[in-house]
């Protein structure tokens, strides 16, 4: 089977792996318009479950990524200066141009071929093919061209959010409110190796609008965010890597592929970053279009693309609300943080997607459920009555 890939990123990448090592023959080539070392961001996060497809799926491979990993047994929520750890929430990280390096190397070794540094624009560019899969991520022009065909839906939402950096290595993944005479500022913050964090600062759209960052230079900019989280980077600097203000699109497609094109990761469907499962989702997509075409054979395309849809759909799903309903809440923030105590607001943190109960919470980290339970004694009811 003669593949085309479009982007290098996580989906793309794992998927050719995949059908090299279902059948070594296929003819699987990648196209990155981006340099072998240059990629966007700082590093991303795994929840435990999301790993857990890995591990169950593919443990060669995520014990060939693992290494590279940091982990965290807890989360911590901090309101203002009052720092809430919640345990039993493991995650894991890692440097995403360190995650890409690790599969380029690892598809390399099976016999697929990197064309960086290429951009396409249109399919042909890449030569005839059987399989055409846009992995090009949340701003695919194929999904763009082809709106029609894929019936895309996108919602702007309107937080804004920046994705930087710092130098100061964080013990465990913290979600950082502070109130500001402005709004609320959210700092989401991981270390993802020894010496990095990944220092994302999300607020609402008034909040940025009363700041005036959009008349603010990017060095103001950086300047005004270190003020704002000060007792939290102690000194340490925020970095920049061609970090901008951007708003999270939601975007959504009811049909997944037409003729012999597919999409897979961003394309096709993009999850906030609050759930830490971008690249996951990303990945299992490629896992799903590889079993498809596994279980279908390569003759059939239409055959395997309806059964990756009618297969994928239903987890993917769930997951993609998950993240929809985190948008939510972090478009309430000000008023969350304002109107709840630190307790009362790291519960409703947990809770926020509506797939963690208080039986959960109890399992998790009985010592936040009880103090919980203290401000709302009815919870301890819905568990034990
Ligand atoms: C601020 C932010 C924070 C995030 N945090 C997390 C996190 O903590 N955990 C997590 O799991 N996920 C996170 N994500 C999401 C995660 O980065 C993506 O979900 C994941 O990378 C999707 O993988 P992908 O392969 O579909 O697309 P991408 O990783 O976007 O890869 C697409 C590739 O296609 C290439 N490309 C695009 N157009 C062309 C073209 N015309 N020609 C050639 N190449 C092209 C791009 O250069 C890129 O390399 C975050 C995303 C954002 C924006």
Sequence with gaps: MKIRILGAGPAGLYFAALMKRLDPVHDIA???RNPKDATWGFGVVFSDKALEFLRTDDDALYQYL?????????????HNDTAIPVAGNGFASIGRLELLTLLYDYVE???????????VTALSQMGDADLYVGANGAFSWLRTENEANFETTTD????????????????????????????????????????????????????????????????????YCEKVFAKDLEGHPIISNHSYWRQFPVIWNERWSFDN?????????TAHFSIGSGTRLAMEDAVALYKAFKNAGTTDITCALTEFQ?????????????????????????KLVHDL???????SYMTRTGRVSH???????????????????????????
């Design 66 to 78: 693992s290494r590279h990993l940091e982990n965290w047994p807890e989360i911590t929520i901090v």
């Design 359 to 385: 039986a959960d919470i109890k399992k998790r980290d009985p010592v936040l459920a009880q103090a919980y339970e203290k401000l709302h004694p009815e919870v301890a009811l819905t568990v034990h009555g």
């Design 30 to 32: 990648i196209y990155e």
């Design 109 to 119: 070794a099976l016999g697929v071929k990197l064309h960086f540094e290429t951009e």
């Design 261 to 269: 094109v597919v999409l897979i990761g961003d394309a096709l469907r």
């Design 341 to 347: 105590t630190p307790v009362e607001f790291a519960y």
């Design 156 to 223: 702007w939402r309107s937080n804004r959010f920046i994705w930087y950096g710092t130098t100061k290595a964080f013990n465990s993944l913290t979600l950082t409110f502070r109130e500001t005479g402005h709004g609320v500022f959210c700092a989401h913050h991981y270390r993802y190796r020894p010496d990095r964090s990944t220092f994302l600062v999300e607020v609402e759209e008034d909040t940025w609008q009363r700041v005036g960052f959009e008349s603010m230079s990017a060095e103001e900019t950086v300047r």
């Design 310 to 334: 009618a297969s994928r759909l239903p987890p993917m799903k769930k997951i993609w609300d998950a993240a929809n309903t985190s948008i939510d809440w972090y478009e309430q923030m000000d």
